[in-house]
């Protein structure tokens, strides 16, 4: 019956209006806040479990500004990580050490809203692109060489040179045309 069917589908009776979804999914006061805890968990060496913290200096704006001071031939990206989860740092960290010293690994985690704006919600992503710092420019050749596509705790990701954009000067700073 057409009744049946909208009351299924979260749909109003009258036309064009739609029920809000109950917040937390419906699973009772608090659940929502508990999932949002839960997604945004870790796993520690003891087994245990902690809340990941998002840091506001781990951005992936704050990375590309640091790497600005690095030489790029000693910086190469890794991209499709977002499968090791929140300890893809580490693992590109003991990954990278294979092929040479590494200095520095970026990952940023981006964190998500959910709708509505309710900041208490939001949740915590892994993030999906990195930037890996050589001691050297040969450790990121061996890297390079070893392909495009490799295998990294079982996840397969994709490593590419790192190239540094040229500084593009604000408006009203002096550059050309003002």
């Not at 520690?44 to 031939?73: I, K, W």
């Amino acid at each position: 019956p057409p009744a049946a069917r909208t009351a299924r589908w979260g749909i109003a009776s009258r036309p064009g209006r739609r029920r809000r979804p109950r917040r937390g999914g419906g699973r009772g006061p608090g659940a929502g806040a508990a999932a949002a805890a839960a997604a945004a968990s870790v796993d520690v060496d003891n087994g245990e479990s902690q809340p990941f913290a998002f840091d506001r200096n781990n951005t992936l704006q704050v990375h590309l500004t640091q790497l600005q001071n690095q030489d790029p031939e000693r910086v190469f990206i890794v991209r499709g990580i977002s499968r090791m989860g929140f300890k893809s740092q580490e693992v590109l960290e003991a990954y990278a050490s294979k092929f040479g010293k590494v200095l520095q690994v970026m990952v940023a985690h981006s964190k998500v809203k959910p709708f509505g704006g309710d900041r208490e919600l939001a949740r915590i992503r892994p993030g999906s692109l990195g930037f890996v710092v050589m001691d050297s420019a040969d450790g990121v050749r061996r890297v390079l060489a070893a392909g495009t596509e490799q295998t990294v705790a079982g996840c397969r990701i994709r490593v590419e040179k790192f190239h540094q954009m040229a500084k593009q000067p604000l408006p009203g700073d002096g550059g050309p045309g003002a």
